[in-house]
């Protein structure tokens, strides 16, 4: 049995490949979406950075989870970090079972006040509630 799940894995992921993409992941001001810092799994996880040398306040994140077979999976999870000290990061991460089946997207993004919006978004697939994810290839 364990066989046979591992073949028709396989066969699925060369059918679905996953590609990663990046879109907008810095900003001048120093809030980053650390690229090939979103990982699935049962959660996902990402990393936000402040590289800048000023604190930054309320800054309001999201992850959102969207597609799958027949576009049936739309999770979002959203968050608030009060502070990020400058040349600190912080670990974002999903709440709740993420249940599917297919290629998702992923999409990570925070913003707070002074800071331009930053972005990333990367191409996955779900398999019951195991997200796997690409690394970003430079």
Do not use: C, H
């Amino acid at each position: 049995m364990n066989k046979k799940l591992i073949g028709i894995m396989a066969i699925l992921l060369l059918f679905f490949p996953i590609t990663t993409s990046v879109i907008g992941a810095n900003s001048e001001r120093g809030l980053n979406i650390l690229p090939g810092k979103i990982n699935g799994g049962f959660i996902v996880k990402a990393t936000l950075d402040n590289s800048g040398d000023e604190n930054i306040t309320d800054i309001n994140w999201s992850i959102t989870i969207k597609g799958g077979l027949l576009n049936r999976v739309n999770f979002t999870t959203r968050g608030t970090i009060e502070l990020l000290e400058a040349q600190a990061s912080a670990l974002l991460f999903t709440k709740g079972i993420i249940v599917g089946f297919g290629k998702v997207t992923i999409t990570v993004s925070a913003t707070a006040s002074g800071v331009e919006e930053v972005s990333e978004t990367i191409q996955g697939f779900l398999f019951l509630i195991y997200i796997y994810t690409m690394p970003i290839l430079d």
